[in-house]
């Protein structure tokens, strides 16, 4: 079983690094926490994915989808390389596609209409403590796939899709 889709990150995560891999988070919209380990050596623990996909449910209409591993591997090696425990601030997870339209609806940019949360492979986040730009950074050098900088609504945009950056 391969570690994640991304060789990259999966030599950064497991060179040096203990057997377990672990991810704390805050939702901002629910304002509820999780601490768990989702992955032992090069196996993905399904009780944890599964409490990860219910974490990062469609805040707005409660759907839970399936959320891509690889996500999280980025999101550890993120935390790994700018060397901080603090737990990730959620601010958008799964997506539904009612949703996805109803948010581009309103305008306001920022909300493509093949957004890859609707696939369950994005995530907009940030780090208390840690500035935008530096987490931005991190993100980019890690070359894991789409990195979007949204300063203006405080948070970084990661997924497991092309590698690729915008500003929002």
């Not at 060179?15 to 050596?41: C, F």
């Not at 991190?138 to 500003?167: C, I, M, N, Q």
């Amino acid at each position: 079983m391969s570690l994640c889709a991304f060789p990259m990150v999966a030599r950064a995560i497991t060179l040096g690094s203990a057997v377990e891999r672990d991810l704390s988070m805050d939702h901002t919209h629910t304002l509820e926490k999780i601490q768990l380990t989702y992955a032992m050596g090069d196996r993905y623990l399904p009780d944890a994915l599964t409490g990860l996909n219910h974490f990062l449910r469609d805040h707005y209409s409660g759907l839970v989808g399936r959320m891509d591993p690889g996500l999280y591997d980025i999101m550890y090696a993120l935390r790994t390389s700018l060397k901080v425990r603090s737990p990730y601030q959620i601010i958008s997870g799964y997506r539904s596609p009612k949703t996805n339209e109803r948010l581009r609806a309103k305008g306001g940019g920022g909300v493509a209409k093949h957004s890859l949360h609707m696939d369950g492979k994005a995530v907009d986040l940030r780090i208390p403590g840690v500035p935008l730009k530096e987490l931005r950074d991190a993100a980019l050098e890690l070359k894991a796939g789409g990195v979007g900088y949204y300063p203006g609504s405080d948070f970084v945009h990661v997924d497991t899709g092309r590698v690729r950056s915008w500003r929002g």
